[in-house]
């Protein structure tokens, strides 16, 4: 049975200001609500401890926190690299990554570089594109990811490590700049909710010009790559 009560993470401060509104409470609600979800990475109303007790009743009867469960988790022995396995709501799997400094001993103890934890996170079920490096688009397309659900993937990865994610990639299952606003919307939750500066967040795509000049246009100011699906130099630069 489907859970009809409105899924809060995934939305903006404005949005939950709004839903806030229309369950009786004043605006400032949403931005109470924002800080839990997303610089606090509350999983339920209860541990909202400092929102009254009638506010938290009624969130529970209006609204839920939408999560992804972890169901796997794998560790590389040569560089600590982990990989995540989720579960969506409507039960599909998606992977995320956990990527900690490359140097972890030695002179570069002290460097910025050992404070870095970079997460590559998943943007859609599957891929509709056929990349031939990739394993992923053998899987087909499944679905895009929710705004919620690419910002849970960050949350969790945040909970499962007990440490600070500094750096987000979009490069996990999927082709980002084919979910577009919700990768965008994303993208903003995570720099203004969650703290992950946009100089730290990367949308790796497999060369969508479209989305990337919308991406100039609306001169959005997180970081691009792309990549070159060719060991030969000659080819790469064609590409």
């Not at 560790?75 to 992977?95: H, M, P, W, Y």
């Not at 972890?104 to 859609?124: F, I, P, W, Y």
């Not at 700049?177 to 100089?199: C, E, F, H, P, S």
């Not at 989305?211 to 792309?226: F, G, H």
Request: aromatic residues 6%; charged residues 25%.
């Amino acid at each position: 049975m489907s859970d009809e009560r409105t899924n809060l993470l995934g939305m903006t401060k404005e949005e939950l200001s709004a839903f806030a509104r229309g369950i009786g409470e004043a605006p400032y609600r949403g931005s109470q609500l924002y800080h839990w979800l997303y610089a606090g990475g509350a999983t339920s109303f209860a541990s909202m401890t400092d929102l009254g007790k009638p506010f938290r009743s009624r969130l529970e009867d209006a609204a839920r926190i939408g999560v992804v469960a972890l169901r796997a988790r794998r560790r590389s022995e040569q560089d600590g690299t982990e990989k995540l396995l989720f579960s969506l709501e409507d039960g599909l799997q998606i992977e995320s990554v956990l990527i900690p400094p490359a140097f972890r001993d030695g002179d570069a103890a002290g460097d910025e570089e050992q404070k870095r934890l970079t997460m590559c996170v998943s943007t859609q079920v599957g891929c509709p594109l056929d990349c031939a490096f990739c394993a992923t688009g053998t899987m087909g397309f499944g679905r895009n990811l929710t705004a919620g659900e690419i910002v849970a993937q960050v949350l969790a990865g945040r909970r499962e490590s007990g440490k600070k994610i500094t750096n987000v990639v979009f490069m996990g299952m999927g082709e980002p700049l084919l979910n577009y606003d919700a990768v965008m919307k994303a993208a903003g939750l995570l720099t203004t909710g969650v703290g992950i500066t946009a100089r730290r967040i990367t949308v790796s795509t497999a060369g969508r010009v479209e989305e990337i000049r919308r991406m100039a246009d609306e001169k959005q100011r997180i970081n691009l790559a792309v990549s070159l699906h060719s060991a030969v130099d000659e080819t790469r630069t064609q590409l």
